[in-house]
T-cell receptor
Framework: EAQVTQNPRYLITVTGKKLTVTCSQN?????MSWYRQDPGLGLRQIYY???????DKGDVPEGYKVSRKEKRNFPLILESPSPNQTSLYFC????????????FGQGTRLTVV | GESVGLHLPTLSVQEGDNSIINCAYS??????FIWYKQESGKGPQFIID?????DKRQGQRVTVLLNKTVKHLSLQIAATQPGDSAVYFC???????????FGPGTRLSVLP
């Protein structure tokens, strides 16, 4: 089954404790991206990757890092989480950067206390 | 980034009626405009897109209209069904497909 898998689905952590949210897709997609979803603000793009070893900042990259060492994986790293990073996070992938049909994961609800 | 917004945060329609969800955008340089549907507890799901050089595109029970003069996008759902209840997002795709900007969403509730 074609899918984007995020882990964990739920996470509660403390300020400053480094964490990684994993994202994996099995569709051989080139383009992957991370979003955060906050009430009233919709989805905002954090980082995106057009292919292996090619990543770039989206609209809200501060406080986040990503890597793309393999085509299927695109982890989101919070080196020192803060309460304002409490949010619902989505990973998405699409065939290429110009393809509008993005496939989203189930989401990761992160709470930073 | 550029902003994409919505006129109405909530919309309630009777089952069987047609629904119209509206969206205003600000980036005239966008390549595509897209509609996504998000059901409770799930990630957004692609519905339909329209290229910036088109003004209308139809899918199965859905039609997207693009009015570049007033920078307005709409999604029409024919014969709305209970399964259409969800939050609908419009989005822009620009910078040669590198960037997506989403609106805040409209919640569609289908009344029996």
């Amino acid at each position: 089954e074609a899918q984007v898998t995020q882990n964990p689905r739920y996470l509660i952590t403390v300020t400053g404790k480094k964490l990684t949210v994993t994202c994996s897709q099995n569709m051989n997609h080139e383009y992957m991206s991370w979003y955060r979803q906050d009430p009233g603000l919709g989805l905002r793009q954090i980082y995106y990757s057009m292919n292996v070893e090619v990543t770039d900042k989206g609209d809200v990259p501060e406080g986040y890092k990503v890597s793309r060492k393999e085509k299927r994986n695109f982890p989101l790293i919070l080196e020192s989480p803060s309460p304002n990073q409490t949010s619902l996070y989505f990973c998405a992938s699409s065939l290429t950067r110009g393809n509008t049909e993005a496939f989203f994961g189930q989401g990761t609800r992160l709470t930073v206390v | 980034g550029e902003s994409v917004g919505l006129h109405l945060p909530t919309l309630s329609v009777q089952e069987g009626d047609n629904s119209i969800i509206n969206c205003a955008y600000s980036n005239s340089a966008s390549d595509y405009f897209i509609w996504y549907k998000q059901e409770s507890g799930k990630g957004p799901q692609f519905i339909i897109d329209i290229r910036s050089n088109m003004d209308k595109r139809q899918g199965q029970r859905v039609t997207v209209l693009l009015n570049k003069t007033v920078k307005h996008l709409s999604l029409q759902i024919a014969a709305t069904q209970p399964g259409d209840s969800a939050v609908y997002f419009c989005a822009e795709n620009y910078n040669y497909g590198q960037n997506f900007v989403f609106g805040p969403g409209t919640r569609l509730s289908v009344l029996p």
